[in-house]
């Protein structure tokens, strides 16, 4: 049987693993208010949280198909977090910003490609090389 798989669990963890290689930072933006997102409340800011997900910075106990799970560090607490994979707006190194930004909205003209672009958080540039990807 063909299963229609989504792409972003397997993006996300390449990103995380080019982002590791090269010695870069990587973080993920998360819609804090998602269904089954776990992350402490006071660090949420405009309904999103950024999170490092560097081996350094986390204690990886999860990341596939359906989320990712870490314990890390909040003020010296040590936090369980859960993130769905639906929650997770956009992975990037935090040195250069490369990486990429979902949209998980439907392009009704073509189920397969969004042309639409996004831009780095932190960046004054009002259209990025990122492209927006399901």
Partial sequence: PIVNTSTKPYFIRAIHEWAEDNGFTPHV??????????????????????????????????????????????????????????????????ENGQGLFFDDTPNPNDPDEDPRMATTPGTDKSRSHLKVVK
């Fill in 29 to 94: 933006l998360v819609d804090a208010f998602g269904e089954g997102v776990v992350v402490p409340n006071e660090h949420v800011k405009d309904g999103q949280i950024l999170l490092n997900i560097a081996h350094t910075a986390v204690q990886l106990d999860c990341m596939d198909n359906e989320r990712i799970a870490f314990t890390a560090r909040f003020n010296g607490v040590a936090t369980n977090i859960e993130l769905p994979i639906e929650s997770i707006k956009a992975i990037y190194a935090r």
